[in-house]
């Protein structure tokens, strides 16, 4: 029996509504909302980082990260950034400082651990929910920004997503796996930083804060509403379980998909969130063919396009990244969402077979 399976669809039950609907009836519900405090304690708890500062979104908290470090260093920024990615670090990175795009390591999808000198602040994406080489990273003796808008709940080394760099961001769009609808979260360990940044989030306020309307630096209103919070609260105390219900179907697709295709390693020392779950194809002939043919039969798939092949940064040369290139050219993402059962995961991995073949 043929079956539609969407690449996205929300997991949210009585109890996230039921506490969104107590928010709103308390009319605690802006950017200065209790629920706010409330989400940030539990996603410091979560992670084990010693700060966390919720956010309006993802975007809003890589820009507040890096204009957090350009305060902090008191110097202008080149920072690295890899290709093959969304392009959301990348303007982010463009809009506070200057951008070095990355190629990608080829077995893991990753940002390369070869970096241009020129460089004084790295900002690696845990691309598709799997940790970057940190400790890699590190020989560098660069400060690290860590996009990980689609790792949280992994785990590197023993250590969780949110612990790994000076600052790590996240996000809580829809897609993620957890959400607030949109939002963002920063972590740091770092008390100064930590300041910079609500300070950038909230405005720019001081001592005498909203109360005086006393503004000490520019900032700007970033703030995660109540509602949002909220959302989050009930989300973030699912995270260790929907991120094993990931793992769970991963190796689902894997164990039926078997050598048919090819994966992203991961490390044996490492642990991926499978935000999304990538799988190479011998060519693009036969990538677009397996698309076109799952489409046909009800099976939503999508593709990444590498920063440096879109119009705002095609003054890179194409010949720079030739892995980014080939994991393009060859990669495919199929359905990994919430609420798709051990069933539809076989469905799906069958249908790719027989799309192969």
């Not at 400790?135 to 612990?163: F, Q, W």
Request: glycine residues 6%; proline residues 4%; negative net charge.
């Amino acid at each position: 029996m043929k079956k539609t399976i969407k690449w996205l669809e929300l997991k949210l039950g009585e109890e996230e509504i039921n506490e969104v609907k107590q928010t709103l009836e308390s009319g605690d519900i802006s950017g200065f909302s209790t629920k706010v405090k409330e989400f940030e304690r539990l996603a410091a708890e979560e992670t084990g980082a010693r700060y966390a500062l919720a956010c309006a979104n993802g975007t809003a908290a890589l820009i507040t990260a890096f204009m957090a470090f350009k305060r902090y260093l008191k110097q202008n920024l080149i920072i690295a950034v890899p290709t093959w990615t969304y392009i959301a670090p990348v303007n982010a990175a463009d809009l506070v400082g200057s951008v070095r795009l990355i190629d990608s390591d080829r077995k893991t999808f990753n940002i390369s651990t070869k970096l241009p000198k020129d460089v004084n602040l790295i900002a690696p994406v845990d691309m598709a929910g799997l940790p970057a080489d940190y400790d890699s990273l590190r020989e560098h003796n660069l400060p690290i920004v860590a996009d990980a808008a689609e790792s949280m709940g992994a785990r590197y080394k023993g250590r969780n997503v949110g612990t790994l760099a000076d600052i790590t961001i996240t996000s809580f769009h829809s897609s993620k796996v957890i959400t607030t609808g949109e939002g963002g979260m920063i972590f740091t360990d770092n008390s100064e930083l930590a300041q910079i940044c609500e300070n950038i989030i909230n405005q720019g306020y001081g001592p005498k804060g909203y109360e005086e309307h006393y503004h000490v630096a520019k900032g700007f209103n970033f703030r995660m509403t109540g509602m949002q919070a909220a959302l989050g609260c009930v989300q973030i105390k699912k995270l260790r379980e929907l991120v094993g219900e990931r793992q769970r179907k991963a190796k689902i697709y894997k164990d039926i998909l078997g050598d048919k295709v090819e994966y992203p390693e991961v490390p044996e020392d490492v642990t991926s969130s499978y935000y999304s779950f990538l799988i190479l194809l011998p060519s693009r002939k036969k990538r677009d063919s397996l698309k076109e043919f799952l489409l046909k039969e009800g099976i939503e798939t999508k593709l990444w396009m590498p920063v440096h092949m879109q119009p705002p940064y095609s003054h890179y040369p194409a010949s720079e990244f030739p892995n980014a290139n080939y994991i393009y050219e060859h990669h495919l993402r199929l359905p990994m969402h919430n609420l798709l059962t051990d069933e539809d995961i076989e469905y799906v991995a069958k249908k790719v077979l027989e799309g192969i073949e």
